[in-house]
């Protein structure tokens, strides 16, 4: 067992895993190949998040088959949230894998895989301690180091199948996290993003999110500090103070909402109202003035009424997100809300989903347009996508700037102007040189 393909399907928490993964494969002396056909071993990260996420997942299951039969000794597992939803149904139920290892087994991903080479394993029991803490990431190309500051979820939403994939929630020493971003800066990365399914509730025993925030403002070298996603309801004025006074901590966050309904939110077991949401929100606006806002927002939850879907609507363009993602309920097996009764069709989602990401995509471009003449400053990233003669990178607000190739080297911040716009995408332009000074300097 040499060489291992491995491909991530879900949130920034299964790419920072598969990093985990990666680290764990390569200290035991097997190395990631590029392609499925060069692999002994193929392994699938995987999301439980929505059926259409297992879908797509059982459909790459299907082309490895092919592949398997002609290699019969190729070793296929699946690991991630899908692998812990299903268990061992997933082993008995496909014939084409191996292996089913959970969020808390990769530790000993080499083990299982060589033995998964003689007989089906599965390994998904969920570990209260286990954070992965000491173990070394092997962290792809970029700029930006993504931090895993605490694993699970205690918040149970009725939708959601995470509580159950992840198991129960746990932060990383404070110490440890310093270390990991020291070493990240080391490496080269200029931002970090910690990363948490709620990720403003760290607490390590001793320190809270905003003490963190404030350990890692101190970090020499370090640009920039991201993190994803709060939960509304844990943030604390320390956290927002924290993120006001810290200079690095970049005016943006993603705080979702999923309904602004309060019957909506009381039976997805959010633990806020409306009023309380629009309260952090007033307080972040305040604390922090222009501060990007983004979130997350769930249509068709059984029970939402017509009325209940305005409110989000007219909600979200009071509050005029900067961006927000936005899903169809789907009912997922042994969440509290997999036993009710549907009662939203689902040509009904389909039309609320449409409505407001045409509704979103003009506010974002109206928010875009606004932003045309002034400046930003941008993290540069590398060369843009669509066009080799540009370079791109995110402004503190997290939008992406694409502009044109000055030589600025990925890693550097650059002051651009910002001459174009579309609701994804800004257009940047270097500064005018201001004239040089009329003072005469005269030696003595
Ligand atoms: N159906 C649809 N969307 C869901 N999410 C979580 N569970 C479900 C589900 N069962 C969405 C929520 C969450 C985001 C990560 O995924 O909006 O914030
Ligand atoms: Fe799921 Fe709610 Fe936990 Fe987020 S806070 S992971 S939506 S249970």
Known sequence: MKRVFLETYGCQMNVADSETMAGVLEAAGMTLTERPEDADAILLNTCAIREHAEQRVLGRLGEFARLKRHRPGLVVGAAGC?????????????????????????????????????????????????????????????????????????KFCTYCVVPYTRGRERSLPLETLIEQVRRAVASGYREVVFLGQTVNSYHDGAHDFADLLRATDGVEGLLRIRYTSPHPSDMSDRVIAAMAECEKVMPQVHLPLQSASDPVLSAMDRTYTLEEYTNVVRRLRAAIPGIALSTDIIVGF????????????????????????????????????????????????????????????????????????????????????????????????????????????PGALRRLRVVGSTPLTLFGASLARSAPPLVRITSA
């Open 302 to 409: 059984p029970g939402e009424s017509a009325e209940d879907f305005e409110r989000t609507a007219s909600f979200m363009r009071e509050v005029r997100y900067d961006s927000a993602f936005l899903f169809k309920y789907s009912a997922r097996p042994d969440t509290k809300a997999w036993r009710w009764t549907e009662t939203v069709t689902e040509e009904a989602k389909g039309e609320r989903l449409t409505r407001l990401i045409d509704q979103q995509q003009r506010i974002s471009g109206e928010i875009h347009d606004g932003l045309v003449g002034s400046e930003v400053e941008v993290l540069v990233e590398g060369r843009a996508r669509r066009d080799a003669g540009q370079l791109f990178g995110k402004s503190a607000h997290f939008k992406t700037v694409v502009f044109a190739d000055d030589g600025t080297p």
């Open 82 to 154: 899908m692998a812990q939803h299903l268990r061992k149904r997933l082993l008995d139920h496909s014939a084409v894998l191996d292996l089913v290892v959970g969020p808390d087994g990769y530790r000993d991903l080499p083990e299982l895989l060589r033995r998964a080479a003689g007989e089906p394993v599965a390994h998904v029991r969920l570990d209260r301690d286990e954070t992965y803490g000491d173990l070394e990431p092997r962290r792809g190309p970029g700029v930006r180091a993504w931090i895993t500051v605490q694993r699970g979820c205690d």
